[in-house]
């Protein structure tokens, strides 16, 4: 008797957490997009800002946006992946490996402004002559390395997740180990290792102030991977904390709220999607 009032009672406890969280996070959602939603227009998403964001649009942060989620992703998916498949296909358990982990764990757990001192640093100040100083590859950069943790412990754990047999069935039948990897394990793993992909981009879309010190915060379009730009995230920051105008700032975050959203559904979407196709 007294194990089932403990379990209604934790479930009732669950219940209430998880509906404070829901209420915490509509209450946010909706006071920025009631706020935020009068000010998006075909002109506001379009036009160049003018007086420093004062006024106008927030195209060139949209472009700017695109462009870094793209050159980041395009850096720090590869080499996520192929550590990944290093670590649970073709390492075994030494120190070495040991070391790779916990070093991972610990670079997910550095403050995203020390990735932007580093990144400033380094790509910015030392590789300037490469990156071309302030600069979408300089973000991208920082960007990869920040993205990296996630992106490699989410494909770690979706290969370990493919059932060993599937693995067996293709060497008993005559593939090489490199086929296995490529044919069978990675495209298994593939819904699992797009989540952590999506999650890197979420981090990386929404951060500040590693971006601020290496992307250059540029209101013009950028040209090149080697021009400064800013994110949709700067501009909301930069127009609220430096120009004042909180009308543009709320604007923009719905602007960003329904771009993070509609990335989620398509990417649910897809997943479905492929796990059906993979299933049959």
Do not use: C
């Amino acid at each position: 008797m007294k194990s089932k009032t403990t379990e209604k009672f934790m479930k009732v406890i669950l219940w209430i957490s998880g509906i404070i969280t829901l209420l915490i996070l509509v209450t946010i959602l909706m006071y920025i997009i009631s706020r935020g939603l009068s000010k998006i227009s075909i002109g506001f998403l379009t036009q160049l800002p003018r007086r420093m964001g004062m006024e106008g649009g927030i195209y060139p942060a949209i472009v700017g946006t695109f462009y870094f989620v793209i050159v980041t992703i395009l850096m720090a998916a590869p080499v996520g992946i192929a550590t990944a498949v290093y670590l649970t296909e073709y390492s075994g358990q030494n120190i070495w490996v040991k070391v790779i982990r916990f070093g991972n764990d610990m670079l997910s757990a550095v403050p995203s402004i020390v990735f932007g001192l580093f990144g400033f640093a380094l790509f910015v100040v030392k590789l300037k002559p490469i990156t071309g100083g302030w600069s979408i590859l300089s973000g991208a950069l920082t960007g990869m390395l920040m993205i990296l943790p996630t992106i490699i412990r989410s494909s770690e754990e979706a290969i370990k997740a493919v059932p060993q047999e599937y693995k067996e069935a293709s060497l008993a039948l005559g593939a090489s180990n490199e086929q296995t990897i490529t044919s069978i394990i990675i495209p298994t793993a593939m819904p699992g290792i797009i989540t952590g992909v999506i999650l890197g981009i979420g981090r990386v879309i929404g951060e500040t102030a590693a971006f601020l010190l290496t992307l250059g915060g540029s209101v013009l379009i950028p040209s090149s991977i080697f021009s400064p730009a800013r994110t949709l995230a700067m501009h909301i920051y930069l127009t609220a904390m430096e120009v004042g105008a909180l009308d543009m700032a709320f604007g923009t975050a719905s602007v960003l709220i329904i771009t993070i959203l509609i990335l989620n559904l398509v990417t649910h979407m897809v997943l479905n999607r492929y796990s059906r196709v993979s299933s049959r």
